[in-house]
Nanobody, 124 residues
Framework: QLQVVESGGGLVQPGGSLRLSCAASRFTLEYYAIAWFRQAPGKEREGVSC????????NYEDSVKGRFTIFRDNAKNTVYLQMNSLKPEDTGIYYCAARWGICGLWIPYEYDYWGQGTQVTVSS
């Protein structure tokens, strides 16, 4: 089964930074839109950011605009989420997911391949 793998989560103080990675070993991410979703305890999974397969289109949830940056390195078959100025409300499990081509409506059921998630905790 095709799968993506997240890495880079951890514990960070408010105002700190983390870079999450989303990689695939059994297929090429180049043709897929990649989205990052997060799920906080007791809350529904929400979209954080998405990048189209071409890299020309990126989208961000309002609360992370100006703080998070999504970008891709096709040579490394990896998509990254650079997270700066982290806040406690950014805490949650972060998942990356892939779908062919474009980001679509940025709804979880549109995405075909998912990782297991990586924990991000922002706390002093």
């Amino acid at each position: 089964q095709l799968q993506v793998v997240e890495s880079g989560g951890g514990l960070v103080q408010p105002g700190g930074s983390l870079r999450l990675s989303c990689a695939a070993s059994r297929f090429t991410l180049e043709y897929y839109a990649i989205a990052w979703f997060r799920q906080a305890p007791g809350k529904e999974r929400e979209g954080v950011s998405c990048i189209s397969s071409s890299g020309e289109s990126t989208n961000y949830e309002d609360s992370v605009k100006g703080r998070f940056t999504i970008f891709r390195d096709n040579a490394k078959n990896t998509v990254y989420l650079q997270m700066n100025s982290l806040k406690p409300e950014d805490t949650g499990i972060y998942y990356c997911a892939a779908r062919w081509g474009i980001c679509g409506l940025w709804i979880p059921y549109e995405y075909d391949y998912w990782g297991q998630g990586t924990q991000v905790t922002v706390s002093s």
